[in-house]
């Protein structure tokens, strides 16, 4: 047991309470406090990892990673980062089939999150790679979870579930082969959002991992970037890189002040960051999976930009045909005058069976803005409002201002979820301040 404070990834929720390890876990400790919920690394953004009314418990195994190479899965501990799957399974010649945006995630959440990545399109979502789960209960049974069988429901409350289902200890995960660390990438510049949109879905036929940057900046036309990447062969690489085609990759430690002054983002600095990334000269040939798959990290604290006021992510998906959208978002964001430098835009293939999963057919977009911007949440409102018309959804993992009936028409399986949570936690222990806002628990 000890003090422990929990922040949300934007720096707009937080709260300070007693984080236990799970190995302390008991009924008499459960009986003396309200409720209670799992930690990783704090990449949520909003509320989703925050527990105000109870108590913390975190997954201490040491970040315990075993690669079986005959079955081609990873045994892994909950408290494991993504990077630490990363580099434990390129060292043997393997990778994982999903990653997100991010290594600075941990296995538990990744899980918690169903998260997707770059490769939705071929590979789906985290969920999809999962074996099996070893899920902590709040009657202090530890179950075995998979996609079919027996505790199947279980296993999909839980991928997706956000935590409210209980803690995850470890977890076996599906991997696929690779010969090198690297990947062969292209990039190539679209000058407005038709041509963005069409080289994304050139870019997913040609690419394992497709992602597109756009300038959410001036002219809000959306215009930008799209680089897509397959996993190099020795053979692409170069002569001094074959001798060693193996090699994991540590980030770079890269510190950004804790809190930059408020002023720092604005829509001059954003377009002149944006307009130096749009000319920049485009990529063309082998880079290091980590270097491709996660750019941000190099800036482990990237978040601290957004100054002490923090940031909002407004991460939505659309149906395919549902384009017109995102106009809509550019004109909001225009009109307020906001401008955001991390706009990423990629496409969703078909849906896994996640009760809560974030993923359908189509498209998703990432907008950030500084969350001091008030004025800018009633227009965010109408928005999702609008969202929900075209059955569009928004992201848990980010979200921290959507209400419980926009949520309860977005996503449709919550009664489906509602009554696994109260089989599989009868006395609704596991909660968080989302799970209360959304009427989760």
Known sequence: MRGHIQKGWGNTHSSESICFKTSEFSLELRQGFQSGLA???GRSYGDSSINSDGVYFKVESD????????????LCGADASIGDLERAAVAKGFF??????????SIGGAIASNIHGKSHHRAGSFGESIIEIDLLTSTNQILKL???????????????????TGIIINAKIKLGRVETSYALVEERRATNLNELLQLVREFDE??????????????????GKVIGGN?????????????????????????????????????LSVRIFNFIWFRKPLQKGVKHLRDFLHPLDSAKNWNNVYGKSGLIQFQFQIPYNEEEYFYTVFNVLKESKIASFLGVLKSFGPCDSSLLGFPNPGWTLSVDFPARRTDLLPKIQILIEELVKINGRVYLSKDSIL????????????????ALKNQIDPDNFWRSDQGRRLGLC
């Open 96 to 105: 994982p089939l999903t990653v997100p945006g991010t290594e600075f995630v």
């Open 231 to 267: 996993h190099a062969k020795v053979c692409d690489l170069k002569e001094r890189d074959k001798k060693s085609p193996l090699v994991p990759k540590k980030p770079r430690k890269i510190s950004i002040p804790k809190f930059l002054p408020n002023w720092f983002i604005s829509n």
């Open 403 to 418: 209400m419980e009936n926009e949520f309860r028409a977005m996503y449709q399986k919550i009664p489906e979820w509602k």
């Open 206 to 223: 040609k690419y394992q991992h497709t992602v597109a940057w756009i300038d959410l900046s001036g002219e809000y036309v959306g215009r």
């Open 146 to 164: 998979r996609p079919e069988g027996k505790n199947s429901g279980y296993f999909w409350a839980t991928v997706g579930g956000m935590g409210l």
């Open 39 to 41: 930690v990783g690394l």
């Open 63 to 74: 970040a315990h990673i075993e690669i079986n190479q005959d079955e081609m899965f990873a």
